[in-house]
Nanobody, 123 residues
Framework: QAQLVESGGGLVQAGGSLRLSCAAS????????LGWFRQSPGKGREFVAA????????NYADSAKGRFTISRDAGKNAVYLQMNSLKPEDTAVYLC????????????????WGRGTQVTVSA
């Protein structure tokens, strides 16, 4: 059964950096786009970034532009999110997912969700 597992979260001070990883097992997603979302307590899932199958196209939420970089490694069936200049408002559980629909940011067009990794940014 296909599974996505996120890692790399943690506690960091404002202005710091983290690199999140998402590894797929059970099947390959090399022909699918992949994305990162985040969820804070009391809020719905928020789109962060997405990348197409060969890594040539990326899409970012306005909150992520200029600070976050999404990339993927087809050989390792993995996707990464490099997060720099972190802010307290970036605190959330970060989840990766597979893009199955036409949108590059709508939650409803993504599936096979991982369980997430917690990112906490202190002021």
């Amino acid at each position: 059964q296909a599974q996505l597992v996120e890692s790399g979260g943690g506690l960091v001070q404002a202005g710091g950096s983290l690199r999140l990883s998402c590894a797929a097992s059970g099947r390959t997603f090399s022909r699918y786009g992949l994305g990162w979302f985040r969820q804070s307590p009391g809020k719905g899932r928020e789109f962060v970034a997405a990348v197409d199958a060969d890594g040539g196209y990326t899409n970012y939420a306005d909150s992520a532009k200029g600070r976050f970089t999404i990339s993927r490694d087809a050989g390792k069936n993995a996707v990464y999110l490099q997060m720099n200049s972190l802010k307290p408002e970036d605190t959330a559980v970060y989840l990766c997912a597979v893009r199955y629909g036409p949108s590059w940011y709508k939650e409803s067009d993504f599936g096979s969700w991982g369980r997430g990794t917690q990112v906490t940014v202190s002021a």
